[in-house]
Each structure stands twice: as structure tokens, then as C-alpha cells.
């Protein structure tokens, strides 16, 4: 699924060969980490993931890396994963004494955070179809959203008009067909 959405996009894709840690639902009494699948992406040390990204970096060379915000685009645990290790490779990629084994140092020039998702709009979208008379998928995201510290939408500083791209990301969605449904309410979103 991922090479075929990395050829919709015309992209290069590196696999880390994580499991997907999911998205479980809560469970009173245990902590978000019994939930998840042994070994699954979430449950590894944030150095060492941050280590296989700075790999990449330094063999990719880009200058700018997009990531998630410490809310994870919404509290999915990969997510969370990502930025934690994303940041700390966004510090350690330039610096030539961390790890001179992983490559030659690089220093991106920018670090931007991804808000597809934010929570005004997932209560916009939710109130929309309540108004309909309609369920909203959204309740438990904004619930556990809320809990993990709120929006971040007064942090955006940047906005990219991307519109005409939108065909090739939804081809780059589809592709992806275990995790969306194109009838769902993420690829409605």
C-alpha cells in the first residue's frame, strides 16, 4: 500500500519496517501503552527511532521537515511516536558527534508542523452533522484530544494553497486501503 500511494505521490519512501501500533479504543484502568501490540512502532525508544531518522535525513539531505505536533495530528500513538522522534532529530541531524556512524551531518533549514486535522475543525465538522440530525465519528478524537492538551491552531504560521494536489492525494489515500475507507469520515475530512 505505501509504495503504491508513494508512486501516486511521485515521492521516496523509506520503510522502517515498524507494526502499526493502532488506535485503541481507552480502557479504564490501563494506560495507553498495555493497550498496544508488543513491539509496534509506539513502544520504541524515542532515541532510537530518532536515530533511523536522522539516517534518512542525512542521506536524503532535505530542507524542510514536515512532521506532526505533539498532539499527533489528533493522539494517535504513532503520531505521537513520530513528533517526539522527529524533534529530536530535527536537533541532532546537523550535529556531526551525534552518531557520525548514521552519515554526514545535515541540517535542515525548517521544521514545520502538519495541522490537517485540528480540533476547531473536527468541532466544526462534528456540530455540522449534528445539526444534520446525523452521529459524528469525531466524539472520542475530540474527547481524547481535549484531554492531551487541546488545538494548536494559533501556532500556524504557514499555509501552503495545495488544492490542485488534492486528486493526487486522494489517489495516494485509496492506495492505503486497509487503513481508509473512501465512504469514511477521515477521507471525508
Known amino acids: 500500500e505505501m509504495a503504491k500511494a508513494a508512486r501516486a ?20 484502568g490501563k494506560s ?16 532510537t527511532v530518532a536515530q533511523e531518522f536522522v539516517q534518512v535525513i ?5 530542507h524542510v521537515i514536515i512532521t506532526y ?5 489528533y493522539p494517535h500513538p504513532d503520531h505521537l511516536m513520530v513528533h517526539r522522534a522527529s524533534m529530536i532529530a530535527w536537533e541532532k541531524a546537523g550535529e556531526a ?6 552519515g554526514e551531518a545535515w541540517t535542515p533549514l525548517k521544521l514545520y508542523y502538519t495541522h490537517g486535522f485540528i480540533l476547531q475543525r473536527m468541532k466544526l465538522l462534528q456540530e455540522r452533522l449534528i445539526q444534520r440530525g446525523q ?7 475530540i474527547k481524547r484530544w481535549e484531554e492531551n492538551e487541546g488545538d494548536a491552531f494559533d501556532r500556524v504560521t504557514t499555509q501552503v494553497e495545495c488544492g490542485e494536489y488534492f486528486p493526487v492525494r486522494d489517489d495516494a489515500l485509496r492506495a492505503h486501503a486497509t487503513q481508509i475507507d473512501p465512504n469514511g469520515p477521515f477521507f471525508a475530512v
Open 135 to 141: 452521529k459524528s465519528p469525531y466524539e472520542l478524537m
Open 58 to 62: 542525512r542521506e536524503f539531505r532535505p
Open 9 to 28: 505521490l511521485g515521492v521516496h519512501h523509506r520503510w522502517l519496517g515498524y507494526v502499526d501500533s493502532g488506535l485503541p479504543d481507552p480502557v479504564e
Open 32 to 47: 495507553m501503552e498495555e493497550l498496544l501490540p508488543e513491539g509496534c512502532f509506539a513502544l520504541q525508544g524515542d532515541d
Open 69 to 73: 505536533d505533539e498532539n499527533g495530528g
Open 97 to 102: 558527534e551525534y552518531h557520525p556512524e548514521l
